[in-house]
Structures are given as C-alpha cells and as structure tokens.
C-alpha cells in the first residue's frame, strides 16, 4: 500500500476572492504545515483568531492537529486516515449489524448482562433516544437522511463504546464536528470515520462538561467584576442569574443556536488554547457581555434575559468580541 | 433502528388467566419480564378475566390480539372468536380452543388451519403447554399464565406458563416459559415454515 503523502499544496489553490490578508494566512500555514514535523505553537498563533468563510479550507487540517487526531509528523497522516477508515468499519459491524444469538442461554426476555437480547434492546433504546435529537439538529445543513444517519451512528456508538448515557449537548458538538469533515473542500477528509474519532477524542477531553459546576459560575462573575465593575453591578442589582448563562455558554460552547460559521469559528479559538480552554472560554463570554454593554447597562431583568438568552440574535460583530476576549486573556495574566 | 436488525419480531402467546375469579395476579416475575417496549405483538388465546388485566397485556405491545374464551362474556372489547394473524410470511390461526371436539385433536386443529391457510395454531384451553407438528403444521398452547386451573378443579398446582416467538424470516424461534418456585424456566426449539 502506497504511502502518499497528505497533500497540502492544494491549500493555495484557488485564492480568488480572498483577501490579501487571508491569503498570506492560509499561505504562512502551508508553510508551517511543509515541515516534516508541524510547529503546534506556531500553527496556533496564526489560527487563534478562528476562520473565516475565507480561510476555513484550513479547518479540517487544524482541528486534527489540534485535537491529537493527526500527529504532528506530517507523513504519517494518510496512514491514519486509512488505518482509522477500516477501525470505524469493524467497530459499527461489531456494534451495530451483530451477528445472531449464539448463548445456549439466551432468551429474548433475558435481562443479564450478557444476553444477547437484552444489548439489543438496550441498545435500540439508545439509537431512539439519540434521534430524538438528531432529527432536530442542525436541520439547515445535516437535514439530509445520510447526515441523520451519521450523525445518529457517531453518537450511537460513542455512547456505547464508552459506555456513557447520552446526554443533550452532545448531538450539537457531533454536529460541530461532522459538519466540519462533511464540508471540507479536500475530498480525503470527507470521513465519517475521521468525524467519529475527533468526537470521541473531544467527549475524553470534556469529561465533566455536562455537570453544571457552580464554581465555574462564581468565576465567571468575579472575573466579570474585576473588568468591568459597572456592568456587573448593574446585571446584580437587576437580580440576574450568572448560572442561565451557564447552559449555553459553558456547557454546550456556544454549538447550539448560533449560525453554524460563527459556532465553528468560536471553536477554532477555543481548539487553539490547548491548556488554556477554560480561562479563554470565560474571556469570550465577558467579551460578549461587553459588546452589548451599551444594551444590557440600561435593561431591566426581562430585557437583560431577552438579550443574552438569544445571544446568537443580537447584531455582534464576532471578529471583535475575539479579539477582545484575547487581549482580555493577555491582560488577566499579568495580574 | 435504522440499520439492518438480525432480530425479529418478538410475539407473546398467553392466555386462560382468569385473573380476578380463579387467580389474584400475575406472578411479577413474568409482568417484570415482560417489561415494556419489548414486544411487538401480543395473542391472547382469551379467558382474560378482569379489565386491568385486560389493559395490561393491551398496553404491553403495539399490537394486541385477543379472542373469546368461554368466560369472557362481559368483556365487549374482545370480538372474535378465531383471529387470522400475519407476521411476516407466517399466518397464525388464534382461537381459544373450547371450540375444537375433541381437545387437542389434531386432525381436527388440521382442519381449522387448512380452511384459515395458516400455518401456525394458537390455542389454550387445556392449560397444559404443547408444541407440536403435524402435517407441517405447528400446534402451540401457551398454557395459563397465572397457573389458573383448568375445567377440573384438580389438586396438583399448575404452574404459570407462556410461549415467546421470534420471527425470523421462514424460521421461527421458540421460547416457552414456565415458572416453578419463583424461577423461570425455558425451553427452546425453531419451527420452520
């Protein structure tokens, strides 16, 4: 078998359109990525902004690399995507066309652990509970029944492997994830199967994230104090409650709701702060809070819950509330 | 689930419980076994007994089927005295049995099936479980699943019994059930269309 190396060079194909910017961008990246081994902290300095519509050709190559999906050593990346094809294809033979019954013991209204039956239903039970969500997820741009059915698989089986509950939240980050592959302008990254190994590499690293953790809230809302004392005041005074924030923000990253673009570039910053994901994530939601000061400084409670609990309405210009949340980052340090 | 499923349909056969007049109850080791979103059909070969029984194995499946036994006479929501029930390529003639002279007859069962073209005969009424072939035919009595007793009051203790199918194309998995001091025993064969 063959062992071609990942094309990169296709990267600065087609730049019509792109800003000169966006141009050198993708092309400082190219060359990052022409090293035989990737300098993780230089690709991240460049990638930190998130992509836009014009760059995120370069997405799929990053959220691998970023993830640990792809190695840093660029050669052995096709290897990896082939390896991890034929995985995917046993682990859903195993896990999802299973052979018949073979215990002598086993019958169709066995409870053990074991049986046969008893799996199965279990597990029919998971598949209808997981599409529950899926068919409402993403409609604009999974809604296709080879999408759902996808989408359904990589929950399904992650769930199972790990042998975790499903819990909602978990479809909207799926999605994240199997859009980002779906969509991908390099046909070799068209993978279910890279989209199930990312997804299962970020439910490891997000072990507790469905837990609502009430210091995180309090952190929240101290940081918030110590940048902008005004504001915080006035959403306290007003009896507003940090923790509604909690769900949308903090737990489900900003996935849900939002136009699928601005979700994947919030994560493109939130992949490229390798140990510092938590602290940018409290940045970027103060820098939300912050772009709509002007708003919120003068709302009473219901108008204050209007705003922020349809955040993904409001006229924002994201590119800003970025780069506050990092200059925010930067600042919090020196203290 | 959509993906291509080496389980088939699974189908409960019970019948002459009689609850309410000459049993209390389910014993809840089969009502906890049965559980829920487990069967796809239910044939009841009648002698039901109380309405809440009735809802019970109504509610069990999305399909349910229920003819006339001798003492359902107060029951109006069962309608008929045979039933002819396809599950796949399987006709499943459901009667209670009081109708066949005499009991247990085969060449007399033969008949009914014949006329119905089924292929499968579902029927009580002896409270003794059976399985049997004739003719290429099957017989099958679930027996009583409370472990009511029969015409004759007899001394011996009956024990509660009940017959799971699994359908699987031409071939059907049997499961009978018996429950004897609190365990549940079972017996299986495949039967072969």
């Known amino acids: ?335 | 689930m959509a993906q291509e499923s080496n389980y088939g349909d699974i189908i409960l056969l019970c019948g002459d419980l009689h609850v309410g007049t000459r049993m209390q109850k389910i014993h809840e080791k089969i009502v906890n076994v049965l559980g829920v979103n487990k069967l796809q059909h239910v044939l009841c070969t009648g002698n039901v007994g109380n309405k809440e029984t009735f809802d019970w194995l109504k509610q069990i499946s999305p399909n349910f089927h229920c003819v006339r036994g001798q003492y359902d006479d107060e029951n109006n929501e069962i309608h008929n005295d045979q039933k002819v029930i396809q599950i796949g390529i399987w006709k499943i003639l459901l009667i209670h049995g009081h109708q066949f002279v005499p009991w247990n007859d085969e060449e007399t069962i033969s008949v009914f099936l014949k006329e119905n073209s089924c292929d499968i005969a579902v029927f009580g009424n002896s409270h003794q479980s059976l399985i049997s072939k004739f003719e290429r035919k099957y017989f099958i009595n679930p027996g009583t699943m409370s472990g009511a007793y029969g015409s004759i009051k007899q001394d011996a203790i009956i024990q509660p019994e009940f017959v799971i199918l699994e359908c699987l194309g031409d071939e059907m998995g049997v499961y009978k059930y018996k429950l004897v001091n609190g365990e549940l025993l079972i017996e299986k064969c495949t039967i072969t269309k």
């Open chain 1, 1 to 335: 078998m063959q062992n071609q190396d990942f094309d990169i060079e296709s990267l600065s194909q087609n730049l019509v359109g792109i800003s000169n910017e966006n141009q050198q961008l993708i092309k400082d990246v190219q060359n990052i990525l022409r090293n035989e081994i990737v300098d993780e902290d230089g690709l991240i300095k460049l990638c930190q902004q998130g992509f836009t519509n014009q760059t995120s050709r370069l997405r799929g190559i990053v959220w691998r690399l970023l993830l640990g999906y792809f190695p840093l050593n660029r050669k052995y990346w096709t290897q990896v995507i082939i390896k991890n094809k034929d995985n995917y294809n046993n682990i859903k033979i195993e896990n999802i066309k299973k052979a018949p019954p073979q215990n002598k013991n086993d019958h169709p209204l066995s409870r053990n652990t074991d049986s046969d039956w008893n799996n199965h239903f279990q597990d029919q039970q998971l598949w209808s509970k997981i599409q529950k969500d899926v068919i409402r997820t993403r409609v604009k741009e999974l809604g296709k029944e080879d999408y759902r059915e996808m989408l359904n698989r990589i929950l399904f089986l992650c769930c199972k492997l790990n042998k975790m509950d499903y819990v909602q939240g978990m479809n909207e980050f799926a999605a994240l994830i199997l859009y980002m592959c779906m969509s991908d302008p390099n046909e070799k990254l068209q993978n279910e199967s890279d989209a199930f190994y990312c997804f299962m590499i970020l439910m490891t690293n997000l072990k507790n994230n469905f837990q609502l953790q009430k210091e995180k809230v309090r952190a929240f809302q101290d940081l918030l104090k110590k940048v902008d004392w005004k504001l915080h005041d006035h959403l306290v005074n007003q009896k507003m409650d940090f923790s509604i924030l909690y769900v949308k923000w903090f737990m489900i990253l900003f996935a849900q709701d939002f136009h699928i673009d601005d979700s994947l570039r919030i994560w493109d910053c939130l992949f490229c702060q390798k140990n510092n994901r938590e602290e940018f994530l409290y940045c970027l939601a103060i820098s939300f809070l912050i772009q709509l000061r002007e708003e919120l400084i003068v709302g009473d409670f219901g108008q204050i819950l209007l705003i922020l609990q349809n955040l993904e309405k409001q006229d924002i210009n994201l590119s800003e509330v970025i780069q506050r949340a990092h200059l925010l980052q930067k600042e919090q340090k020196k203290c």
